[in-house]
């Protein structure tokens, strides 16, 4: 697995890392129980703060995609299997919004009221 960050970029390093593990799981590269590489490692290879990974980690548990567990550190939960079917789904719907020439933003807005309607 290879952690991605962007040290200049405006996101926060946090949510790059946390960013760059959905987007491994939504695209099947990582699996359900499948351990995440330790805090500490990742951030001497990253030349970050454990804290900062720590935060990635605790963001991804808060959405259920990962348990933390003592001991065995960060494992992909079962419930991450459904991103990529997720991920599929969202694809197509960019698809049918570019066919109808919305605009990124437009689409955003409308996927947005939706989540927010479904929450």
Not at 3 to 23: H, K, M, N, Y
Not at 25 to 51: C, D, K, W
Not at 77 to 89: G, N, V, W
Request: glycine share 4%.
């Amino acid at each position: 697995m290879l952690l991605r960050i962007q040290p200049s970029a405006s996101t926060p390093i946090f949510r790059q890392l946390a960013d760059s593990v959905r987007a491994d799981v939504a695209t099947g590269r990582i699996v359900p129980g499948e351990r995440l590489p330790a805090a500490r490692q990742v951030a001497a290879a990253l030349e970050v703060n454990v804290h900062t990974v720590l935060r990635a980690y605790q963001e991804l548990r808060d959405e259920g995609l990962v348990e933390l567990r003592r001991g065995r550190g960060a494992v992909i939960t079962e419930a991450a299997a459904q991103l990529p079917s997720l991920a599929a789904e969202i694809r197509a719907l960019a698809a049918k919004a570019s066919a109808l020439k919305l605009s990124p933003e437009t689409l955003s807005a409308l996927v947005l009221e939706a989540a927010r309607e479904a929450y």
